[in-house]
């Protein structure tokens, strides 16, 4: 009897503990993504294009770490670190399988503001040089990334905050329009803060409300003082970079490996001003001594962390939007998903972990992101591989880096923000698509630089939801009469075996920004949804909670009652006469839905399409279609799908 009851309890106990370690092996798999593509990894297929992509993406991780870590008030060799801890922890954390996160130029800015305004130059002779010091740097230098690191650690621990507090679903509020705007306005700012060493000029740090607009002032009060020499080597890179990834970017698909001419330039510049001393002959400014090695890790100083809370915060937000949108983007044209929440957890930690190794502010470049898509990368392995390169670069090449221009480097940055800035010519789309989103562009661009980038980002989201706020109310609603003459038509004019393919789905909300992913959705889930039949009254019930989509077939919800068989072509039709208004991102959203089903076999009409509507549908990406997909009326729809079946018939039985 003993014997029964500690079997009995042994097999209670495994039962128990069997679920507890699946549920721990799952939370693993969704914490740490690199469990789930690692195993899976092919070597033969990937890991050709990953060392390629690998070696390009360690070309712009040097560049731009050089860059950013000067343009983040710092000593250049901190930009190099910057460029392989988040690198590393975020191949660990991140979803994004083309994401390059390092150094940010938006992130840099925002943290130099926190260093110049508890670290300004003026005390830099109140420190000397010492070789006992962490390596071999000035206290001042060590000061000052202790406060950039400071600023890292504060905003990655705000971003791992967000992550527990699940604010990663509230992310629809960021629109495409006001991330475009802020990104542009972000990126005029550090084309801005180049302007000094693009002139060869000395000009003290400016920053603060309507900065922007001094430094240009300061600049042409003082147009006397631009170097020559460091103008014309500024152009003549510019010039060089633009057109030679122009070449590269025409014949990336005849020529198997592009040309880094980022590296190319760096070692032609900075050959030259070694052999004709440029430094001493002309005054061009240099980067100056890059220390060798990496120093044991150190905690950022706590106390300055209340002093840098409104930094840490932009960097938070900044970086999380600036990053999010490439994740997105990336999943979106490779076919996979992206957790919004734990993009936060990714980037949090790359910003924590990293302070504690003298790292400046990280986040995901879309120059750096833009160069894997063009270099074929599969996976973060080619991250990983461009981590190892780097480290080569901090150990060995560093200190040969001495001779290189600053405007040679300045210039690197602003040939690197083209994406961004090239983001301007969005303006011609949103003004066909909806001018209040044009108006919220234009808006959140000028709050933008005549701030900063937080607060544009911040007025952008604000102004969004008060308009959409505002334009709701004014909304229409459909009219029952016309929903039931609608299904009498359905149930008279169509024969029993074309009905049962068809599914028509009414739109009866404006589509917008807060409802885009719920309509895509419903929309999905009405087309894969199988055995329905079986659940008839779960069916109803989810059909009456539903506010959004409002489904017809058969004069009723269950429209997949009678399911086609797989080599039956199915019809989905929307009827739009519910949207009385919609922004850029509903519309985005519509086009994205047409495509899906069109990939999934389904033919896809549109009915009651007004005619802004439809253009704003052709300026978003005008679906691909031979037969028309808009119509009058739905039952102009169905009479289309039904004439179509016919003559697809007759011509079957002529073949035969």
Known sequence: MTGTKRKKKGMLWSKMQTPHCEDFKQWCRRRLPILEWAPQYNLKENLLPDTMSGIMLAVQQVTQGLAFAILSSVHPVFGLYGSLFPAIIYAIFGMGRHVATGTFALTSLISA?????????????????????????SEFELRRIGVAAAVS???????????????????FLLTEPVISAMTTGAATHVVTSQVKYLLGMKMPYISGPLGFFYIYAYVFENIKSVRLEALLLSLLSIVVLVLVKELNEQFKRKIKVVLPVDLVLIIAASFACYCTNMEITYGLEVVGHIPKGIPPPRAPPMNVLSAVITEAFGVALVGYVASLALAQ?????????????????????????PSFFFCIPSAAAMGRTAGLYSTGAKTQVACLISCILVLIVIYAVGPLLYWLPMCVLASIIVVGLKGMLIQFRDLKKYWNVDKIDWGIWVSTYVFTICFAANVGLLFGVVCTIAIVIGRF???KTLSIKNMKEMELKVKTEMDGETLQQVKIVSINNPLVFLNAKKFHTDIMTIIQKENVSNQLLDDVSKCEQNTLLNSLSNGNCNEEASQPGPSEKCFLILDCSGVTFFDYSGVSMLVEVYNDCKSRSVDVSLAHCTASLVKAMKYCGNPDSEKPIYFDSVSAALSNIYSNKNLSKLSDHSEV
């Open 473 to 475: 109310p004014r909304a």
């Open 153 to 171: 650690f504060l905003g990655g621990v705000i971003q791992v905050a967000m992550f527990a507090l699940q604010l990663g679903s509230a992310t």
């Open 329 to 353: 983007g990336s999943a979106k044209k490779y076919k996979y998903s992206v957790d919004d929440n734990q993009e936060f957890l990714a980037h949090g930690l790359s910003n924590v972990i």
């Open 113 to 137: 503001n926190a260093v110049e305004r508890l670290v300004p130059l003026s005390s830099q002779n109140l420190t000397t040089q010492s070789n006992t010091s962490t390596l071999g740097l």
